[in-house]
């Protein structure tokens, strides 16, 4: 065979095996055997090593390739991985249905696909090739874990383009996930090496996609659904989409089925609900879209979700036991929370010894004691809870539970803010606050130091190495190498992820604060509106309560941090340990950066908060008054006194058309 001769053969190896593998990943219609397939990649290998001249990346050789990473690299989404809002009811489906009928006149019908119990993931292809492949993160922010990704053959490297159709660049969305038979023998094998097993098949397909070695993740024999495509390819119905993810080269769900209403979409719920013990794969519940995209795109968003999807979740196992105890923990903002300690018991597949009570009212609320036979429950990967009391089995022994008085943890009076159900430790430094409060500084979505986690923690509060998160930074491979499990590597390593992890986000610094009610959401709405610490730090109660989903109970409780000296001190001791925090630059995608928009009257074609949507998605602000300080006012019809008032301060007026140019 001469050098044409192989260009010629190795061009249509390729295309013959990619064949066999849409057959058998996407069709599920193999027509060739496993070894037959194996002995035309052995050819193609063999051909590739005499004429490396001709090897691509999309070769189907080429899967499992390069070196281990120290690390994955950060990727930002160009669109955000939106959340999916649940329901767990007829009754949820049919409000859901009110709501956004009141939004659209356009007859409906919903497209219905199992929900598998994966990890997203969102996949970038370049002139058909697969370029990045990125986990959801936090939504904005994910992991580049391409070369995990490219291990797992449900994945096409090159997009089926015959007609060269494709726009330059493409991108899918989809499930990873790993059949219930690999679970199951992969946690054998774990078990057998003495090593931790996976809870949930989630947790396993996660865990595997994280692998620093490709060669690892390749073993794992994950799988791949596609669900979305989120480029725009003139599509007009989610149907379409799918119809077309099948073409390119995915598999792209089975059990889908396109329902005229809702009806139809409950029986097919209550088909899955039947069927889902004997699929090769777990599902959590059923996704239900409305199906035509225009109407999809029309009816917009509520806080992160699409309104035009929804997740209707199967019910959570419900098993019944016995409370043997019921204990308090202190969590990190000083809350008691009150844990029933039960009589183990297999729920959902795993063995449950706790379940939370959430607070003590709901402890009054189900009239709970101590010996009571109980029903908990238990859902995918949420905490177990109990949801009722069998009371006609008592028999008179138990025992009533007991607000306690003290803090368990410090033995510092316990005190109840008025305002809220919660009880609190009232010793702004208890030992477990501050322990509960490294936990999460150093976790992953706040500082994410890796190789720090509670048992490291533990050990270095007790050598008196750290009192506070600052402490951190100031640690040195010295202080560490003495330390039980600490060998010379494991202490450079644990120096250099701290190093590492000093660059942060401003979203990611506040959330690392630990402030009362500021959860992941909310710093990320404060550091696009703030854009600084020190603004952040200076602003008052009601310039908080501006934004939005923050309610005045949220915005006294920033505001308050702020006022404690210690916590300044905290601050000023974390800049001065080398903490840099990046503030996002202002690009085009963030076209309103800093600006301040005011909205008055009524706009035809868009709602409220959806204008406020747009405003804030290309980094504007929102106010609610009109001052000097603004820069637009987007005028509907029959607006109202402050369109008076930004005539009056001059201020940059908008009407509904204006407006909706500036966001196209
Ligand atoms: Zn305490």
Same mark, same amino acid.
């Given at each position: 065979?001469?050098?044409?001769?192989?260009?010629?053969?190795?061009?249509?190896?390729?295309?013959?095996?990619?064949?066999?593998?849409?057959?058998?990943?996407?069709?599920?219609?193999?027509?060739?055997?496993?070894?037959?397939?194996?002995?035309?990649?052995?050819?193609?290998?063999?051909?590739?090593?005499? @004429?490396?001249?001709?090897?691509?990346?999309?070769?189907?050789?080429?899967?499992?390739?390069?070196?281990?990473?120290?690390?994955?690299?950060?990727?930002?989404?160009?669109?955000?991985?939106?959340?999916?809002?649940?329901?767990?009811?007829?009754?949820?489906?049919?409000?859901?249905?009110?709501?956004?009928?009141?939004?659209?006149?356009?007859?409906?019908?919903?497209?219905?696909?199992? !929900?598998?119990?994966?990890?997203?993931?969102?996949?970038?292809?370049?002139?058909?090739?697969?370029?990045?492949?990125? /986990?959801?993160?936090?939504?904005?922010?994910?992991?580049?874990?391409?070369?995990?990704?490219? /291990?797992? *053959?449900?994945?096409?490297?090159?997009?089926?383009?015959?007609?060269?159709?494709?726009?330059?660049?493409?991108?899918?969305?989809?499930?990873?996930?790993? #059949?219930?038979?690999?679970?199951?023998?992969?946690?054998?094998?774990?078990?057998?090496?003495?090593?931790?097993?996976?809870?949930?098949?989630?947790? +396993?397909?996660?865990?595997?996609?994280?692998?620093?070695?490709?060669?690892?993740?390749? !073993?794992?024999?994950?799988?791949?659904?596609?669900?979305?495509?989120?480029?725009?390819?003139?599509?007009?119905?989610?149907?379409?989409?799918?119809?077309?993810?099948?073409?390119?080269?995915?598999?792209?769900?089975?059990?889908?089925?396109?329902?005229?209403?809702?009806?139809?979409?409950?029986?097919?719920?209550?088909?899955?609900?039947?069927?889902?013990?004997?699929?090769?794969?777990?599902?959590?519940?059923?996704?239900?879209?409305?199906?035509?995209? +225009?109407?999809?795109?029309?009816?917009?968003?509520?806080?992160?979700?699409?309104?035009?999807?929804?997740?209707?979740?199967?019910? +959570?196992?419900?098993?019944?036991?016995?409370?043997?105890?019921?204990?308090?923990?202190?969590?990190? #903002?000083?809350?008691? /929370?009150?844990?029933?300690?039960?009589?183990?018991?297999?729920?959902?597949?795993?063995?449950?010894?706790?379940? #939370?009570?959430?607070?003590?009212?709901?402890? *009054?609320?189900?009239?709970?004691?101590?010996?009571? #036979?109980?029903?908990?429950?238990?859902?995918?990967?949420?905490?177990? &809870?109990?949801?009722?009391?069998?009371?006609?089995?008592?028999?008179?022994?138990?025992?009533?539970?007991?607000?306690?008085?003290?803090?368990?943890?410090?033995?510092?009076?316990?005190?109840?803010?008025?305002?809220?159900?919660?009880?609190?430790?009232?010793?702004?430094?208890?030992?477990?606050?501050?322990?509960?409060?490294?936990?999460?500084?150093?976790?992953?979505?706040?500082?994410?130091?890796?190789?720090?986690?509670?048992?490291?923690?533990?050990?270095?509060?007790?050598?008196?190495?750290?009192?506070?998160?600052?402490?951190?930074?100031?640690? /040195?491979?010295?202080?560490?190498?003495?330390?039980?499990?600490?060998?010379?590597?494991?202490?450079?390593?644990?120096?250099?992820?701290?190093?590492? +992890? !000093?660059?942060?986000?401003?979203?990611?610094?506040? @959330?690392?604060?630990?402030?009362?009610?500021?959860?992941?959401?909310?710093?990320?709405?404060?550091?696009?509106?703030?854009?600084?610490? *020190?603004?952040?730090? !200076?602003?008052?109660?009601?310039?908080?309560?501006?934004?939005?989903?923050?309610?005045?109970?949220?915005?006294?409780?920033?505001?308050? @941090?702020?006022?404690?000296?210690?916590?300044?001190?905290?601050?000023?001791?974390?800049?001065?340990?080398?903490?840099?925090?990046?503030?996002?630059?202002?690009?085009?995608?963030?076209?309103?950066?800093?600006?301040?928009?005011?909205?008055?009257?009524?706009?035809?074609?868009?709602?409220?908060?959806?204008?406020?949507?747009?405003?804030?998605?290309?980094?504007?602000?929102?106010?609610?008054?009109?001052?000097?300080?603004?820069?637009?006012?987007?005028?509907?019809? &029959?607006?109202?006194?402050? @369109?008076?008032?930004?005539?009056?301060?001059?201020?940059?007026?908008?009407?509904?058309?204006?407006?909706?140019?500036?966001?196209?």
């Amino acid at each position: 065979m001469d050098k044409n001769q192989a260009k010629d053969r190795i061009a249509k190896l390729r295309a013959e095996i990619e064949h066999h593998r849409y057959l058998y990943h996407v069709l599920d219609a193999p027509e060739i055997s496993d070894g037959a397939l194996d002995s035309l990649k052995n050819e193609l290998e063999n051909l590739e090593k005499q @004429y490396p001249e001709f090897i691509t990346e999309d070769s189907p050789t080429q899967r499992v390739g390069g070196s281990p990473l120290a690390k994955f690299k950060k990727v930002k989404h160009d669109k955000p991985m939106l959340s999916i809002n649940d329901a767990f009811s007829r009754q949820d489906l049919d409000d859901w249905f009110e709501r956004i009928s009141k939004l659209t006149q356009a007859n409906l019908d919903f497209f219905c696909e199992p !929900k598998i119990d994966g990890l997203a993931v969102s996949l970038r292809y370049e002139n058909n090739k697969l370029v990045r492949a990125a /986990t959801r993160g936090d939504g904005l922010v994910g992991e580049d874990v391409t070369m995990n990704i490219r /291990t797992i *053959e449900s994945i096409p490297l090159r997009l089926h383009d015959e007609k060269n159709q494709l726009p330059q660049v493409v991108e899918i969305r989809g499930e990873v996930y790993m #059949t219930k038979n690999v679970f199951d023998k992969l946690n054998k094998e774990l078990s057998k090496q003495g090593e931790k097993t996976f809870a949930n098949p989630r947790n +396993a397909a996660a865990g595997s996609i994280r692998q620093l070695d490709p060669r690892l993740t390749a !073993k794992r024999e994950l799988k791949f659904m596609a669900y979305d495509i989120v480029t725009d390819l003139g599509l007009d119905s989610h149907q379409a989409v799918h119809e077309k993810l099948k073409q390119i080269g995915f598999r792209a769900g089975d059990y889908l089925k396109l329902c005229k209403d809702l009806d139809e979409v409950f029986a097919w719920f209550n088909e899955l609900k039947k069927i889902r013990n004997k699929l090769p794969y777990w599902i959590d519940g059923v996704v239900v879209m409305v199906n035509n995209l +225009a109407v999809f795109n029309q009816l917009g968003f509520t806080g992160k979700a699409p309104r035009g999807i929804l997740a209707l979740k199967f019910p +959570a196992e419900q098993v019944t036991t016995i409370v043997e105890n019921v204990i308090v923990q202190v969590g990190r #903002t000083g809350v008691l /929370t009150p844990v029933a300690v039960l009589r183990p018991v297999t729920v959902a597949g795993t063995i449950v010894s706790r379940a #939370t009570l959430h607070n003590f009212a709901e402890i *009054e609320r189900l009239g709970i004691k101590i010996g009571d #036979t109980v029903i908990i429950q238990k859902a995918g990967d949420i905490i177990p &809870e109990v949801v009722q009391v069998i009371k006609n089995l008592r028999t008179g022994k138990e025992k009533n539970i007991k607000v306690p008085k003290r803090c368990p943890v410090c033995n510092s009076p316990v005190v109840k803010p008025e305002s809220e159900v919660n009880f609190y430790c009232s010793n702004k430094s208890c030992f477990a606050m501050q322990r509960e409060q490294l936990y999460h500084f150093v976790s992953k979505n706040a500082f994410n130091i890796v190789g720090l986690g509670p048992k490291i923690i533990d050990q270095l509060i007790e050598e008196g190495l750290i009192e506070d998160a600052a402490d951190i930074f100031a640690l /040195t491979k010295g202080d560490l190498e003495p330390l039980d499990r600490f060998a010379e590597k494991a202490a450079s390593n644990l120096i250099a992820s701290i190093n590492q +992890a !000093k660059k942060i986000s401003l979203a990611r610094f506040i @959330y690392a604060l630990g402030i009362r009610h500021v959860g992941e959401q909310t710093a990320i709405a404060l550091a696009e509106n703030f854009s600084s610490l *020190e603004n952040l730090r !200076k602003a008052s109660q009601e310039k908080l309560a501006e934004i939005n989903d923050i309610g005045p109970v949220v915005a006294k409780s920033i505001y308050d @941090y702020f006022q404690q000296p210690k916590n300044i001190k905290l601050i000023e001791k974390l800049l001065a340990a080398g903490v840099v925090i990046s503030v996002a630059k202002k690009s085009k995608q963030n076209k309103f950066f800093g600006k301040n928009f005011v909205l008055t009257g009524t706009l035809s074609s868009l709602t409220r908060d959806q204008a406020k949507e747009y405003i804030r998605r290309f980094g504007g602000r929102v106010s609610s008054s009109v001052s000097r300080q603004t820069d637009y006012v987007v005028v509907g019809s &029959e607006p109202g006194s402050k @369109y008076a008032q930004a005539k009056k301060l001059g201020v940059k007026i908008l009407n509904e058309k204006e407006f909706l140019d500036l966001i196209k």
